[in-house]
């Protein structure tokens, strides 16, 4: 039964104080495996291994666990892997029915790493693999896992393992079924035994045709107070204790107006966490594709101090931990362990996992103009216009769900956009770019060729039934690709070829959204759990959380389009380097590994200054999970930003990964002429900021691939040491040597910025501050609190055009920051910006340091060779204390010639700084200036 469409709901509530109808979405008593997880009691694990099973192969080390409560077994399975990562598995060992396992988030099973098994004896056995080990307990099952000496991670420390075998619905509560394995049909351990076989919430009937299947475990990190991640929350970056609120829940859902400050589910599900202390970083990926929920606890708890007795070996000297407890609702039990011990370490090892965010074409680092909806041609050509008369950068013009015919993605409103090639042609003579949206809803018209050929062919989700499913979506009437199986995926793919999908170009670049999916006549708003996936033949339940990024891994067809060619996956494409252009996807729904193929927006956000706060730990949470090309709707989707929110929010944007401004179909237009001077100036000068720093983030996600390193950043991660930034949000680091505050409060005009150890300089007016602590610092309307970290060289380009794309061979302005020892470094990478031809060496990545007196540019891949136009414009030395008697450069071409400059003393707190004007030489050459 359809509910009342969404729309009219939609706009009935704008009207009306708008807040998120909780009662849309399950707590954790709505869900049965929830309530039967976190009632385990700790300290009472039935869970034993077997120690006279244990058998170990090249690869790992194997060996059965017994529930003894209900003689249940299981395999256990411990592979120890290269690069301090630690892979643990827990599966049935004769299941009645294969138990699912994703194949999609890894890139694949990870290098095994040579170890040796030590201490074998009944009470357990020690596996050592490089400088860790895994002390593995047998009589409660516990692992507890070594950086050397270190005991970092330690599983099923409190007892809360439950693994809930399948089993044959019995006939009647206590009778096994006949001929059925009795150790199957033995009740469950648990109490609570209402909604195992079905499950109802809101009028939505969950038939549950296998049962219970849960699996649940807890993890600690040992010597932590602080741990991160699990997106996607509105919520702090360092997460909340649970013990009095619900868990945290991951289950992709199109949440309306989402509330802050809270653990409910909202469109991604991430399930990776952090620990960070002064000695050790260290991760944990459940990888688990169903919904799943985490509790928090942090021990020693200094209210029940009975509470840590129990959970660990000794009582008082319990070491500090946070205890986390994870559940999915089937599955396997697949955990990653990442041992570090730096923050650094940990985003490499993850990346192995999952893979690493390849290098952005430049164009998706500039600024994204959306809005639901630039209505017709006449809208674009004047939206476009307006950007350069009123001297606003901006790369990129994007087109939500009206520009298709009737929602019907791969088409255009022929009325509205007759002449799609020329409109396009308009934006790239302008060196710009469109984006237009495909979402995975797909409108039930046997007139529409998508349509006609996936019901034809049988490639859509079915119910449970086996008919093919029709959901509520935005065309009315939809049904859903099972992107599980391959052929819809190809299929999928190669309608984004040019003659498949009519009127796009190379230049359309591709947003999916509501691909949750988002159901609007379905449970909590997407999808039913017993729906089937043929492709897999699973239930839509063992596949929710990753069922958005299936829809990237098609982003092949995308791939193709751009590509001309018919290969399988991303990483397949570049390792043949066969493509040529890179391309570039905005997705709202993600799981671990979207990052391979998209960018991630935080959904649809709402007009108002606590959103415009939460956008900086959401964003957080994300880039330390691997998904590192993150933004927030500049402006806030629902509602209208007044001119002091909305011109804050671009500064905000500007400093974060992904910036683009976008807008509800209700809203005001909002585009920066619509506002009064003061606001244009404001935003236009934001605008220029973010265009002169482009450099420095398109070096930062050129590192990102090759490491892993998130270019937004906590501070803890390039100050580990520094315990008072463990729980700061409200601001973050662009690489190493940016600080940004954004003023994210209503009114403002001082901001408190907490500055990390070391000398910090205001990037305006050169201001200088030294941390570590807290600043009040003044900042009126027009003034970004951004700081460059002495000991640091940013690369700008200070000569800002309408678009990234007109910049590139402009020349190059070096911000050389000292720090107190008169030192400072940093990189600089350059290509073509939009090619894969950097994959064959045609880059240059450059080492840039001052030391001495001496700048020197070096190159630190000498296999990288791009004949750039681009020359060194302008070096700025900040904190330089006297005024040289002269300056001279020397490189190949050039030989040895003096060079021009100009020193300004320094007054109160304002830096002193040296600026050399037209070095002249161009960035393919090594170089030293020589400062004397
Ligand atoms: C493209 O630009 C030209 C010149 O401004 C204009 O006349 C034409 O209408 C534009 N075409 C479209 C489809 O916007």
New binding site residues.
């Given amino acids: 039964m359809a509910t009342l469409p969404r729309l009219v709901a939609a706009a009935v509530l704008l009207t009306l104080v708008c807040a998120v109808d909780r009662n849309n979405f399950k707590t954790c008593q709505q869900s049965s495996f929830c309530r039967r997880h976190r009632a385990i009691k700790p300290g009472e694990s039935p869970y034993l291994l077997l120690t006279d099973t244990v058998s170990v192969t090249d690869e790992g080390v194997f060996a059965d666990v017994l529930n003894e409560k209900n003689r249940v077994f299981f395999i256990l399975e411990i592979y120890p892997l290269k690069d301090s990562t630690l892979r643990i598995k827990i599966n049935e060992k004769n299941p009645i029915k294969q138990r699912f396992e994703d194949p999609y988030a890894l890139t694949g099973d990870g290098q095994s790493e040579t170890f040796e098994v030590v201490d074998r004896s009944s009470d357990g056995l020690t596996v050592k693999f490089g400088t860790n080990r895994a002390v593995v307990k047998a009589k409660p099952l516990k692992i507890d896992v070594y950086n050397g000496k270190e005991l970092v991670v330690s599983t099923n420390a409190r007892g809360l393992l439950k693994f809930e075998h399948y089993r044959n619905k019995p006939e009647s509560n206590d009778q096994p079924a006949e001929g059925e394995d009795p150790g199957n049909a033995l009740p469950l351990e648990d109490e609570d035994a209402n909604g195992l076989w079905e499950e109802t919430f809101k009028g939505h009937t969950d038939s549950k045709p296998h049962g219970p299947a849960s699996v649940g475990m807890d993890i600690s990190f040992i010597n932590s107070k602080h741990v991160y991640g699990i997106p996607e929350h509105a919520d702090s970056f360092s997460l909340k204790e649970t013990t009095s609120t619900e868990p945290y829940r991951l289950y992709n859902l199109d949440v309306f107006e989402y509330e802050l400050d809270n653990p409910m589910a909202l469109y991604g599900s991430v399930p990776v966490m952090l620990s960070h202390t002064p000695r050790q970083s260290a991760a944990v990926f459940w990888h688990n594709t169903a919904e799943t929920w985490v509790d928090i606890k942090k021990l020693p708890d200094t209210n029940v101090v009975s509470s840590i007795t129990g959970f660990f070996s000794g009582g008082d000297s319990d070491p500090p931990q946070v205890s986390t407890h994870w559940f999915s609702e089937s599955g396997v039990i697949d955990l990653f362990i990442m041992i570090g011990p730096r923050p650094m370490d940990v985003f490499r090892q993850y990346g192995a996992l999952t893979g690493n965010y390849n290098l952005p074409p430049l164009f998706s680092l500039g600024y994204h103009q959306c809005r639901w909806n630039y209505n017709d041609?006449?809208d674009?050509?004047q939206v476009n216009e307006n950007f350069d008369i009123h001297d606003l950068p901006m790369d990129v013009l994007w087109l939500d769900i009206e520009h298709t015919d009737g929602k019907r993605y791969f088409t255009w409103d022929h009325n509205k956009f007759p002449?799609s090639l020329?409109?396009i042609?308009?934006l790239t003579a302008r060196g710009r770019k469109l984006v237009t949206i495909v979402d995975p809803h797909i409108k039930r018209d046997n007139n529409y060729f998508f349509y006609k050929e996936n019901h034809d062919r049988d490639l859509f989700v079915h119910t449970k039934d086996g008919s093919e499913f029709d959901g509520w979506c935005w065309p009315g009437s939809s049904s859903y690709l099972d992107l599980t199986n391959p052929e819809t995926r190809s299929h999928y793919s190669d309608t984004y070829m040019l003659d498949r999908y009519k009127g796009s170009t190379l230049d359309t670049f591709i947003w999916n959204d509501m691909n949750e999916p988002s159901v609007f006549s379905g449970p909590e708003v997407t999808m039913q759990k017993d729906n089937l996936h043929p492709g897999l033949g699973v239930e839509h339940r063992e596949i929710h959380n990753v069922y958005g990024m299936l829809f990237l891994l098609t982003s092949e067809g995308l791939r193709k389009f751009l590509f001309q060619q018919h290969q399988g996956t991303f990483e397949g494409l570049l390792r043949r380097s066969d493509g040529r252009i890179r391309p570039f996807i905005l997705t709202r729904a993600h799981y671990a590994g979207t990052q391979r193929s998209s960018a991630v927006w935080t959904g649809d956000n709402t007009a108002d200054w606590g959103h415009l706060r939460i956008s900086e730990p959401m964003l957080l949470s994300l880039s330390v999970t691997g998904i590192t090309h993150v933004g927030a709707d500049v402006g806030g989707f629902f509602g209208n930003p007044d001119s002091h929110l909305l011109s804050r929010w671009y500064q905000a944007g500007a400093f974060q990964p992904f910036f683009r401004a976008h807008a509800h179909q209700d809203t005001k237009r909002r585009e920066p002429w619509m506002f009064d001077g003061e606001t244009q100036r404001i935003i236009r000068n934001t605008l220029r900021q973010r265009y002169q720093y482009l450099p420095l983030w398109y070096t930062l996600f050129y590192e990102n691939e090759l490491t892993g390193a998130p270019p937004m950043r906590p501070i803890w991660v390039d100050f580990p040491e520094d315990e008072a930034s463990y729980a700061v949000d409200y601001e973050h680091l662009v690489g190493s040597s940016l600080l940004v505050r954004p003023v994210v409060e209503e009114g403002a005009t001082t901001a408190s910025v907490y500055f990390p150890p070391g000398v910090w300089y205001d990037v305006i007016d050169l201001t200088t501050y030294t941390g570590p602590g807290s600043v009040t610092v003044s900042a009126p309307r027009d003034k970004i609190p951004v700081y460059q970290r002495g000991g640091t060289i940013i690369p700008r380009k200070d000569r800002v055009r309408r678009a990234s794309s007109l910049m590139r061979d402009d020349p190059y302005t070096l911000s050389v920051a000292l720090d107190s020892f008169g030192k400072s470094q940093g990189t600089l990478y350059i290509d073509d910006e939009h090619t894969f031809d950097y994959r064959q060496g045609k880059f240059l990545y450059l080492a840039l340091a001052f030391e001495g007196g001496i700048l020197t540019s070096k190159k630190i891949d000498p296999i990288g060779n791009y004949k750039t136009g681009s020359w060194l414009e302008r070096v700025i030395i900040v904190g330089l204390e006297k005024r040289p008697a002269k300056v001279t450069i020397q490189s190949a071409s050039l030989g040895s010639r003096d060079l021009e400059s100009f020193f300004e003393s320094g007054g109160g707190a304002h830096a002193s700084h040296l600026t050399i004007r037209k070095p002249g030489v161009s960035m393919r050459e090594e170089f030293t200036i020589t400062i004397q």
């Fill in positions: 041609e006449e674009v050509r002449h020329e409109m042609a308009n």
